[in-house]
């Protein structure tokens, strides 16, 4: 295996291999952890990590694609290493997805990669676009190639790649499924009720608020009910947690199919920069959502529109959030696939199967 020091480091060969495996670790999961902090500001753009290493396996830099139009990140960590003066030390890239091989807003990540001193490049999730491909076959074709690694060879590094996939998970599902990842939020007392006590609009701890509005900040858009407009007048706002700066509008779509929106929660929501649609039949949503771009959506809604959407089966994970009484919420997620819930729960949190959710 080639690794990230220097052929004359004095020290054994299996103890080489040894802490190679302990360096990808962890610059792979300081790439998947920085790339985390943006997911929600990126789209139509996948988020994506990006961690540059030394050839004794220290993290010189960690970076992340921020915005659509702005530097991606492998380019961004080689822009802020050079600014930090480290460029020449630089000899491993860590990269959650495959460096993408075409000019579009920005220019190809392989080519900012052919043009530094990295030797060997990690690749964490092959890139599900067409388009955007080719990175990994361009960078092993280059005079004096490079030594591209995927995780998906090593075994032993399967949970990095797993949370490459999770990170991946809304776009991929976009560009292979042409539907948006879709989650439902359910939060519940005690007793199973969806209905806060009168007078209130949720029964959850602070804590279970500031999750769902970490979910909200990184979902594209909202789905929710006619029901949930008519009886809450929700704002569907970030505030428990700081939103993105600059981020492009959100959509909300709402069920209603005789057509009973209110015109002033309408315009109140355009006034807060989201987009609103309005959609008669729940099965044209996915697909209604994939042509306005969006990644990630979560569902709001009351009890109706969720046994719906279970019925139907068109849900990628479920949130499931209820109240003890007398100690903390308890959190069960659901999931078709790797979770990108994982970047939004607290620690601790485990995801069950797929086929231990009935809805």
């Known amino acids: 295996m080639s690794g990230v020091f220097a052929p004359g480091t004095p020290i054994a060969h299996e103890e080489r291999d040894a802490l190679h495996r302990k360096a990808?670790?962890?610059?792979?999961?300081?790439?998947?952890?920085?790339?985390?902090?943006?997911?929600?500001?990126?789209?139509?753009?996948?988020?994506?990590?990006?961690?540059?290493?030394?050839?004794?396996g220290t993290i010189l830099v960690t970076e992340a694609h921020h915005r659509t139009g702005a530097r991606h990140a492998e380019a961004l960590a080689l822009h802020r290493a050079r600014e930090l003066g480290v460029i020449d030390r630089v000899a491993t890239a860590l990269v959650t997805?495959?460096?993408?091989?075409?000019?579009?807003?920005?220019?190809?990540?392989?080519?900012?990669?052919?043009?530094?001193?990295?030797?060997?490049?990690?690749?964490?999730?092959?890139?599900?676009?067409?388009?955007?491909?080719?990175?990994?076959?361009?960078?092993?074709?280059?005079?004096?190639g490079r030594n591209v690694f995927l995780l998906e060879d090593f075994p032993e590094l399967a949970d990095l790649r797993e949370g490459c996939a999770a990170l991946l998970a809304p776009f991929a599902s976009r560009?292979?499924?042409?539907?948006?990842?879709?989650?439902?939020?359910?939060?519940?007392n005690e007793v199973g009720s969806m209905i806060p006590p009168a007078g209130r609009k949720t029964f959850t701890s602070q804590a279970s608020l500031e999750i769902a509005?970490?979910?909200?900040?990184?979902?594209?858009?909202?789905?929710?009910?006619?029901?949930?407009?008519?009886?809450d007048s929700p704002r569907f706002d970030v505030r428990h947690v700081p939103d993105h700066e600059d981020r492009a509008p959100r959509l909300v779509v709402v069920c209603d199919r005789q057509n009973r929106l209110p015109d002033s929660w309408r315009e109140k929501m355009i006034g807060s920069g989201f987009r609103v649609?309005?959609?008669?039949?729940?099965?044209?949503?996915?697909?209604?959502?994939?042509?306005?771009?969006?990644?990630?959506?979560?569902?709001?809604?009351?009890?109706?529109?969720?046994?719906?959407?279970?019925?139907?089966?068109?849900?990628?994970?479920?949130?499931?959030?209820?109240?003890?009484?007398?100690g903390p919420d308890r959190y069960r997620v659901f999931s078709h696939g790797p979770t990108p819930l994982r970047f939004i729960l607290d620690e601790g949190v485990r995801p069950l199967p797929a086929d231990e959710a009935v809805f």
């Open 175 to 188: 560009i292979l499924r042409q539907r948006p990842w879709i989650t439902v939020k359910q939060a519940r």
């Open 97 to 144: 997805l495959e460096p993408c091989n075409h000019v579009g807003r920005t220019p190809p990540c392989s080519e900012a990669l052919r043009d530094s001193p990295v030797r060997d490049v990690w690749v964490g999730m092959r890139d599900p676009n067409p388009v955007a491909g080719g990175g990994i076959a361009r960078l092993r074709q280059m005079p004096e």
């Open 24 to 56: 990808v670790r962890s610059g792979f999961e300081a790439a998947l952890a920085e790339a985390a902090r943006y997911l929600g500001a990126t789209s139509p753009n996948p988020a994506v990590g990006c961690c540059l290493l030394d050839s004794a």
């Open 277 to 326: 649609v309005v959609s008669r039949e729940l099965g044209e949503i996915p697909s209604l959502l994939a042509d306005h771009g969006v990644n990630w959506a979560m569902v709001e809604a009351g009890p109706g529109l969720l046994g719906e959407i279970g019925r139907l089966g068109l849900w990628d994970d479920w949130l499931d959030i209820q109240t003890t009484g007398n």
């Open 213 to 231: 509005h970490r979910l909200r900040r990184a979902s594209d858009a909202i789905i929710t009910g006619i029901g949930t407009i008519l009886a």
